[in-house]
């Protein structure tokens, strides 16, 4: 089994910043691309940023060029720092993992409880 533990959201004020970090534990073989997605109330889940094991990095549109990922592939962690925020930033923010937990087994995703972020005005 795999755990993804979500920890640094909170209140901030728009324009600030703030850095979510997800930490990966249990049995496992490899971890493929690591992400964040987040849900708004009343809204479907949508993905914030992802990277793989060798980088490389997508983000959604909403979020170009003020949110960045990172991960420590030997820690098996990936961050989000957050930064000009917007009111409409405000959600609960998921991490999710594609593990493989052993050589032969296929990848499956995982998912964080989750962390809310609110931005005010």
């Known amino acids: 089994q795999v755990q993804l533990v979500e920890s640094g959201g909170g209140l901030v004020q728009a324009g600030g910043s703030l850095r979510l970090s997800c930490a990966a534990s249990?049995?496992?073989?490899?971890?493929?691309?690591m992400g964040w997605y987040r849900q708004a109330p009343g809204k479907q889940r949508e993905l914030v940023g992802s990277i793989l094991s060798d980088g490389t990095t997508n983000y959604g549109d909403s979020v170009k060029g003020r949110f960045t990922i990172s991960r420590d592939n030997a820690k098996n962690m990936v961050y989000l720092q957050m930064g000009s925020l917007r009111p409409e930033d405000t959600a609960v923010y998921y991490c999710?993992?594609?593990?493989?937990?052993?050589?032969?087994?296929?990848?499956?995703?995982?998912w964080g409880q989750g962390t809310q972020v609110t931005v005010s005005s």
């Open positions: 999710n993992a594609d593990v493989r937990s052993k050589y032969s087994q296929p990848v499956r995703t995982y």
């Open positions: 249990g049995s496992f073989f490899r971890i493929n691309a």
